[in-house]
């Protein structure tokens, strides 16, 4: 059972009180892009065995959207955070690198 | 149920409870003293219910409030609160005819709603005057405890005979698991 604490409402939501939102911090290439950009947003994703960074909406509560970052192996949550950022926040990215040396996500890369 | 059995709780739908919907900005005190003007009642912080008697305030989101007023005052408290917030950014809504509202009473209430919702009903994390949205089975639903003894579920009317077979079932007697 996969349980994310909501950083708007702070609840302690389950699984089943939320839906997924695929990954987390895509950017968009729409009309007018190149076709290798275009495909890479439509169909392109990280598939990790470990650390990997989500959308997720509580839907059966607050029904705002947030992020979370969770190991895709132990089912460990890092930690949520905002919606509202195109990249995690750095005591979060600090929290993955102690737990996780050598951590990688897309060009997310644990500081040297 | 057949007379002579005890149910864990006692169910009871509330026929007619009137119910506005606010969506704003919540820390704005033009939107703070609509609600509480019409509601009568402090206005709650993060996940709280405040209730007097049968009039409520209760936090659903970080920008949004439900006000629990009498059914018959519902329409003028709308009214009321529209008028007050004139030129804000804000939306009310009268609700009252699209929720159904039942009452729980009892000493097992916090086993009836664990059986049914996905949430720590433990005295430590659920606590009176705690509201929480979340599902009941298979639909969205509210709570949120009066007293130590009595809550207040909400759902969508349109799955009402729904809510109210599956709180009855919750409370069958001879069927408490003696969890808390
Ligand atoms: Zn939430």
């Known amino acids: ?26 950017k968009r290439f729409g009309p007018g892009s190149d076709d290798d950009a275009f495909e890479g947003y439509l169909f392109l994703r990280e598939n990790p065995k470990g650390v990997h960074f989500e959308r997720w909406r509580h839907s059966y509560g607050c029904g705002k959207w947030f992020h979370a970052a969770r190991c895709t192996v132990t089912m460990e949550v890092f930690g949520t955070y ?6 995690p926040p750095q005591d979060l990215l600090d ?8 951590w990688r996500w897309r060009d997310l890369n644990e500081p040297a | 149920m057949s007379e002579g059995f005890e149910e864990l709780c006692r169910v009871r739908p509330i ?16 939107v ?8 009568g009642v402090d206005m709650p912080s993060r996940r709280e219910a405040r209730h007097v008697g049968e009039r409520a305030i209760l936090w659903m989101s970080p920008d949004e409030l439900a006000v629990l007023v ?14 007050a917030l004139a030129g804000i950014h804000a939306l009310v809504a009268d609700v009252s005819d699209a ?14 709603i664990a059986k049914l919702a996905p949430v720590d009903m433990s005295p430590a994390a659920m606590q009176p005057g705690m509201v929480r949205r979340t599902r009941f089975a298979q639909v ?30 919750a409370a069958t007697p001879g069927s408490a698991v003696g969890y808390f």
């Open chain 2, 99 to 112: 929720r159904a509202h039942f009452r729980l009473e009892g000493d097992t209430i916090r086993e009836v």
């Open chain 2, 140 to 169: 969205a639903a509210g709570f949120w405890l009066r007293d130590e003894a009595t809550a207040q579920v909400f759902c969508f009317r349109s799955v009402a005979d729904y809510m109210s077979g599956l709180l009855r079932t």
């Open chain 1, 1 to 26: 059972m996969l349980t994310l604490q909501c950083p708007h409402c702070g609840v302690h939501a389950e699984e089943t009180e939320l839906t997924g939102g695929g990954e987390a911090h895509l």
């Open chain 2, 15 to 30: 026929a007619r409870q009137g119910m506005i919907t606010l969506r704003g900005d919540l820390s704005a005190k033009a």
């Open chain 1, 82 to 87: 905002t919606a509202q950022t195109s990249k």
């Open chain 1, 95 to 102: 929290r993955i690198s102690e737990k996780r040396p050598g």
């Open chain 2, 70 to 83: 009498p059914h018959e005052e519902a329409a003028v408290a709308a009214e009321t609160m529209r008028s």
């Open chain 2, 32 to 39: 703070k003293n609509a609600v509480t003007g019409v509601a």
